[in-house]
């Protein structure tokens, strides 16, 4: 992730530099100062985790479901048919997740270009007797972002309990056909134990998945807001050429 991060970090400002003036100028220097440590940080992040998560729960979750299925399909059947649950609902929550992060990316571009406006047009604000309105309007704006940061973070990190929640509802089944196996005589104590444990790994992980869809959807917003900078600069190089 680190190397992904340098390489597209370096290719961002290599494209900046053979940019023309006008069009960096036309972009913003609040906008490009969060494309190239937000987006670019949020981009990388999103591929670190979906590679993480593929081995670190994807590889674990068949292992689990394997098991639970060995133990008894039926069951097993039974227990994980409220996960596809957690699934819906974070693919319901993905627009939600795109448009307050791509919100939050926009207040963060427009408080970076006031923080640089207020450095750079201190003394001038501060000579001009404005420096009081100009304080006013910062703090506007370093309320916007605050709120929109938050809303962003929310909508993100906020679900994980309901996709807990939604996929640890499997219990209900063992608890009703795995409790009749002990009674019947067809398990004991321990076999019910074993698959009880398994199925909560399993449903933990299953939460973590669902929670994956919500963190790539952010990491895609930022890659779309990088990505034609990214090719513009390589026309500019191609054309230079």
Not at 49 to 72: I, N, P, S
Not at 119 to 144: C, D, F, K, M, P
Not at 204 to 214: D, G, P, W
Request: a positive charge; glycine letters at 6%.
């Amino acid at each position: 992730a680190n190397h992904v991060n340098r390489r597209m970090r370096a290719a961002l400002y290599h494209a900046l530099v053979h940019q023309e003036l006008a069009r960096v100028r036309a972009e913003g220097t609040g906008a490009l100062m969060t494309k190239a440590v937000t987006d670019v940080d949020a981009t990388t992040e999103g591929i670190r985790k979906f590679t993480t998560e593929l081995f670190d729960t994807g590889v674990v979750m068949v292992a689990y479901l394997a098991m639970l299925a060995w133990y008894d399909v039926r069951l097993a059947a039974c227990s994980c048919v409220f996960l596809p649950l957690a699934y819906f609902w974070a693919a319901r929550l993905k627009k939600r997740v795109a448009r307050a992060s791509a919100a939050a990316r926009e207040s963060e571009g427009t408080l970076a270009a006031a923080t640089m406006d207020r450095i750079g047009h201190e003394a001038l604000y501060r000579t001009s007797g404005v420096e009081a309105g100009r304080n006013a309007l910062y703090e506007t704006q370093l309320a916007s972002y605050e709120a929109a940061s938050i809303r962003s973070g929310m909508l993100e990190n906020a679900m994980q309990p309901l996709y807990r929640i939604v996929s640890l509802l499997g219990v209900l089944p063992i608890f009703w056909l795995g409790g009749s196996y002990v009674m019947q005589g067809t398990w004991d104590i321990a076999a019910f134990t074993t698959f009880f444990s398994c199925f909560l790994k399993f449903a933990v992980k299953s939460s973590h998945a669902a929670k994956l869809f919500n963190a790539v959807q952010k990491a895609q917003v930022s890659w779309q807001r990088i990505r034609p900078l990214l090719e513009s600069g390589q026309e500019e190089t191609v054309r230079q050429v």
